[in-house]
């Protein structure tokens, strides 16, 4: 079934977002949003094409760039920023939803964002996002040496203890490697309220 929706979606917008983002995106209680690491701009194209003031934090100037052509081509409107997550001024009380995609930031700094995320989500505001635990080896992938302190469930839990978990799973799911590769992964997907 949600096969055919994407397949319906993807011809009617030229685009296919994330899933979990096209699951939850109803979710968002208003009109402004931030996508961080959205570099293949589906998600932004998607939201902003769904009426939504989309502003996206990619990590280079070359992938703002990039997302700016195919942005243009699809006829609508998304503000880009070159800006790491830790350096971005989320604000205060300026954000309806932020949604971060396979954001890889080291645990103080993600702790950091977190708390920052907490306080820069407007009151009944959204936080939606998708980490990688880790690449699943197989027959033709080598393993990928663990991440210092893998993200989990738990730490998810702590670090958005200002907010309202009303999702959080882990599973394993197919992702894409720089928009190319297809693997196996195991991640965390989560979706709080403030």
């Known amino acids: 079934m949600l096969a055919d929706v994407k397949d319906e979606k993807k011809t009617a917008y030229n685009i296919c977002p994330d899933e979990f983002i096209f699951k939850n995106h109803h979710l968002i209680p208003s009109n402004k949003v931030l996508l961080i690491n959205d570099c293949n701009c589906n998600n932004s194209i998607f939201l902003a094409k769904r009426g939504f003031d989309v502003t996206t934090l990619c990590h280079s100037k070359y992938a703002v760039r990039k997302s700016k052509q195919i942005t243009n081509s699809n006829q609508t409107s998304v503000n880009y920023i070159c800006s790491d997550p830790n350096d971005f ?22 702790q950091s964002f977190h708390h920052r995320l907490a306080q820069a989500l407007r009151s009944k505001g959204i936080y939606i996002t998708e980490n990688c635990v880790h690449i699943i080896p197989n027959e ?36 894409k490697i720089n928009n190319r590769k297809e693997c196996k992964a195991q991640i965390i997907q989560a979706v709080a309220f403030k």
């Open 140 to 175: 033709t992938r080598k393993p990928i040496a663990p991440l210092e302190q893998p993200i989990n469930v738990s730490s998810i839990r702590n670090e958005l203890s200002q907010l309202q978990i009303s999702h959080i799973q882990e599973l394993e799911k197919e992702i």
């Open 89 to 110: 001024d989320l604000g205060k009380d300026n954000w309806d939803a932020i949604i971060s995609l396979f954001c890889h930031l080291s645990p103080i700094s993600r």
